[in-house]
């Protein structure tokens, strides 16, 4: 989703990985949250409204199998 494609350079950079695991982090760790409305997914990532990464990340975990 090219709303996330900043958060996903961000992790990449911060994180020294490639777009594809830096996105893969991404997904993994939207998964992973529990609450807040604000959050930080990975150094580099930026702040994410987390309900609307929730609602969104299906979305992208299909992205992903693709």
Known sequence: MAKYHQNIAGISRA???DMGV???MLV???KSL???DLAEI???GGKL???E???DVVELDNRRRV
């Open 53 to 55: 990464l929730m609602n």
């Open 42 to 44: 990975k150094p580099g």
């Open 15 to 17: 994180n020294n990985v």
């Open 49 to 51: 409204d987390y309900y």
């Open 28 to 30: 993994c760790n939207a």
């Open 34 to 36: 529990k609450s807040g």
């Open 22 to 24: 830096a996105f893969d």
